[in-house]
């Protein structure tokens, strides 16, 4: 439930890679006047590490207690806007502390508009092969649908809509909450 003070509230943004999580939650955070983070670009500054490399050296465990950690730490503020990663629910840890007290906006996507926002990305963890990129994409989001889909408190398809119609339609959602 959104209150008349969104300053004491956060607002927790889930959802697959590319579904525009971080552009989003810009946007989304101006509008409700809440501080914006993003717990990816959180743990590449202060790593001094991209995402990708994090996940070379120390693998997918290493980058997951990395983010249970910020998951943690930020949970435990107040009027934020955070933006997690597309694997944030895959930890049952991350699951535990985003319901404590906020507010989940699993933003939806589909396969294809997924694949074609990140077709170019260098950032993200995965195959440049195509045909195994959409594979690869499709096992995580059998795997993690479920959890976003539990999580949620907001569900917002993404696909085919403008930045501005996302927000707007979000901003309407929130306050009919």
Known sequence: MISKDMKKENVYLVGPMGAGK???????????????????????????????????????????????????????????????????????ANRIYLRQNGIIIYLKTSLDDQIERIKYSKKRPITAEEEARREMLKNLRKQREPFYEELADIVCDTDGKSLPKVVNELLQKLHSK
């Open 22 to 92: 971080t552009s989003i939650g810009q946007k989304l955070s101006q509008k409700l006047g809440l501080q914006f983070y993003d717990s990816d670009q959180i743990i590449e500054k202060r790593t001094g590490a991209t995402i990708p490399w994090i996940y070379d050296i120390e693998g997918e465990e290493g980058f997951q207690q990395r983010e249970v950690k910020v998951i943690a730490e930020f949970t435990k503020l107040q009027g934020i806007l955070l933006a997690t990663g597309g694997g944030t629910v895959d930890v049952e």
